[in-house]
């Protein structure tokens, strides 16, 4: 797969490192600070199509902040090699290795997830345990996704018939016209191709699967989360979404202008500002002991 915009080389001398790895089937772009403030460190989970290249822009910014964060790609997505036939993914296949990579880190991660990565994470939560903190960012719904068929019919009618004959959900994404439509708000800070050059084939199982009798979410976890809509986001509603963050109790920001890729939107860094502002006043405690042995040092 030829390598996404966002993976571009970058310039010696910033105040962090970047490790790109694929070991036993999985890739891994990970980011340390140089001067790191926070101990716990932060795993980027993405959505349908994607991988953990289109985390890279935040991850940049994360590092200048003092965290460490790993992303990941799913098998077949990203760099990482199909281990499944693409067709027959399920979400409880891929909640697997998202407990792969919380459970090998030293330090349980603050979940950041975007669209199916937030599927995951509930499935996580509500299967295995609690986390540090969780983002959720355009979310799935808390119980049902059902509705996003109608929506995306009306958008794409030829492709939804050609997933549904198919059980893929790659004909979605089929042209960088398509994807765009999908992903992207008209302003946004990378085209469609260049957006398209980065996606993969998807399962049409995963959004069939988050629906009842199949599906129902725990929402009495002890997991702090922070759930950020898209408010242009054309297949999750903006009111569904807000009711959904209000059944898990998280704090709930809206991006007014952002498609439901929002870490690819003109405002992504004021995105990842509120955040790391939240996530700051959660782990205070990290941030002003770390800033206290760097003072001790440099003295």
Known sequence: MPV????????????????????????????????????TPLLFTHGMWHGAWCWQGWQQLFALWGWESVSFSLP?????????PIRWCTLGYYTKFLEQEIDRMA??????????????????LKHVGDLPAAVMLSPWLSHRMIGLFARY??????GGLAACLTL???????????????????????????????????????VLQHNPPFWKPKTDTDTPMLWISAGKDLLIPEHQSRESAKLFSADYM????AGHDLMMEPDHALTAAWIHDWLSQRFQSERTKNDQLTADFAA
Request: overall charge negative; aromatic content about 8%; charged content about 20%.
């Open 168 to 206: 893929s959900a790659t004909p979605a994404v089929r042209s960088p016209a398509n994807a765009a439509r999908i992903f992207l708000s008209d302003s946004a800070v990378c085209t469609p191709e260049e957006l398209h050059e980065g996606l993969c084939d998807e399962s049409m199982w995963l």
């Open 76 to 84: 077949g997505h990203g760099e990482s090699p199909v281990q499944r």
């Open 107 to 124: 330090q349980k991660p603050v979940v950041v997830g975007h669209s199916l990565g937030t599927a995951l994470c509930q499935r996580y």
């Open 4 to 39: 996404p915009f966002h993976l571009s080389s970058q310039p010696d001398g910033l105040p962090y490192t970047r490790e790109r790895s694929v070991v036993d089937g999985i890739e891994r772009i990970t980011y340390k600070p140089l001067v790191k403030r926070y101990d």
């Open 153 to 158: 019919f009306g958008l794409d009618f030829a």
């Open 254 to 257: 809206v991006a007014e202008l």
